[in-house]
């Protein structure tokens, strides 16, 4: 069992910058990728970025040049530095847990663990 929480969350002004922070105990060598859903209400849940173990990542279109996702393996920890906001970037934002699928030209997730969530909130 691996244990997921966040922090980082918070309402910011468009254009400002946020940094989520995701720390992983438990089984932590079950741990493969890691990465970032969001959802906003009445919408669909989306993948925002992923990372494997190795350090190869993906994003959405909606924040590629915005977000970076990084990981510190050492510390077991995944980071998600949003930079230049957007409001269609709220939403509540999950940490997870997992195994990367496919090449990385292919590339896509399977979560086996989800964090709690944290909200993000860009308004003026």
Same mark, same amino acid.
């Given at each position: 069992q691996v244990q997921l929480v966040e922090s980082g969350g918070g309402l910011v002004q468009p254009g400002g910058s946020l940094r989520l922070s995701c720390a992983a105990s438990g089984s932590i060598f079950s741990i493969g990728a890691m990465g970032w859903n969001r959802q906003a209400p009445g919408k669909q849940r989306e993948l925002v970025a992923g990372i494997t173990r190795g350090g190869s /990542?993906?994003?959405? &279109?909606?924040?590629?040049?915005?977000? /970076?996702?990084?990981? &510190?393996?050492?510390?077991? /920890?995944?980071? @998600?530095?949003? &930079?230049? @906001?957007?409001?269609? &970037?709220t939403a509540v934002y999950y940490c997870n847990a997992g195994r990367s699928v496919g090449p990385s030209s292919s590339r896509s997730y399977k979560w086996d663990y989800w964090g709690q969530g944290t909200q993000v909130t860009v308004s003026s």
């Open positions: /990542t993906n994003y959405a &279109d909606s924040v590629k040049g915005r977000f /970076t996702i990084s990981r &510190d393996n050492a510390k077991n /920890t995944v980071y @998600l530095q949003m &930079d230049s @906001l957007k409001p269609e &970037d």
